[in-house]
């Protein structure tokens, strides 16, 4: 259960933004780069062009054929920095210098060339005759990378708070009273515990069950169904577990059940955890603290094999 950025646009905005840069793409050519790549530049208004040492703010779209394979439109956009190099050709990586801050920028790419070419790198998944169409929108265009790193902090900040604002509204509608852990996660208790507080550095016992946003269950370790009915155990506040998990199981006491309201952010993220967890998806979790112990228990491992010992000549059979 262990485990770039927020785009200020609503759901669906971004995908009818692009569907009007394709749309438009219609009466532009493509052009090929040296490496014979296709692309189409649409261009915005902006007149600042990226430059070698900067970081491009990017919203992207990817399809293979007509399935959609990768998108950020509505999650955390991506941060590239820009050498100023080819790193190959046919590679993005020869387009960056011809785009400016709100351009639009389309490439096509054949999986016959990736095979060609390099067929070691090739998805097992792609197949010859295969398109694949990457879209993007430069969001962006920071001056370095420190730049860049201030601008991704404040952007996911921004993305989680809104994600805390939507989880606030689905508790009030379902008027559930629940508490808000440090980093944003909520837990409801369900039971009071009468143990000893969980603590960071302590070694923990939980059973839980997992479910999606919908409600649908991903994971337990009480439900047979999913094939491992034992107590979890790891070390509370160190990181073993993703953030949302962690800081709810902090708030217990032996013996108390609460039930855990995630933000993405702090769950798996832009990632997921496929195919059960799909990138930025809310999660709820019931938690039951069964025990808690100062620290790990130290598993001593089992002692080394005897060596074989030399056989003297005299011992040897015959002699």
Not at 234 to 262: N, P, R
Not at 274 to 296: G, M, R, S, W
Not at 299 to 305: D, E, R, S, T
């Amino acid at each position: 259960m262990k485990n770039k950025m927020y785009i200020s646009f609503g759901k669906g905005i971004l995908f009818l933004l692009f569907y009007f840069i394709l749309t438009s793409c219609r009466n532009t050519s493509f052009k090929k780069t040296p490496g014979g790549m296709p692309y189409k530049i649409i261009p915005g208004k902006d007149t600042q062009w990226v430059k070698a040492g900067n970081v491009m703010k990017l919203s992207v779209l990817q399809k293979y054929n007509d399935s959609i394979i990768y998108s950020n439109l509505n999650g955390l956009p991506n941060y590239v920095f820009v050498s100023g190099e080819v790193r190959q050709p046919y590679d993005f990586s020869e387009l960056w210098l011809k785009v400016r801050k709100g351009d639009s920028l389309v490439v096509s790419q054949s999986v016959d060339t990736f095979i060609k070419r390099v067929p070691e790198l090739v998805p097992p998944y792609f197949r010859k005759g295969g398109i694949l169409i990457t879209e993007f929108k430069i969001l962006d265009i920071l001056k370095n990378d420190s730049a860049a790193k201030a601008d991704e902090a404040r952007t996911r900040e921004n993305f989680l708070r809104q994600e805390i604002k939507e989880i606030e509204t689905y508790l009030a509608q379902q008027k559930i009273q629940a508490e808000k852990t440090p980093s944003g996660a909520f837990y409801q208790i369900l039971k009071q515990g009468d143990g000893p507080k969980a603590d960071s550095g302590n070694f923990v016992s939980v059973n839980y069950n997992g479910y999606d946003w919908s409600g649908k269950k991903f994971d337990s370790n009480t439900d047979p169904a999913f094939g491992h009915v034992q107590p979890f155990s790891f070390t509370a506040g160190v990181g073993d577990m993703i953030k949302g998990f962690d800081e709810a199981v902090l708030t217990m006491k032996k013996g108390g059940k609460v039930k855990v309201f995630i933000p993405s952010l702090l769950g798996y993220g832009p990632a997921g955890s496929p195919p059960k967890i799909k990138p930025y998806e809310k999660l709820i979790f019931e938690i039951e603290l069964t025990d808690v112990k100062p620290k790990a228990p130290i598993v001593m491992p089992p002692p080394p094999p005897p060596l074989p010992q030399k056989i003297d000549s005299s011992q040897r059979r015959g002699n």
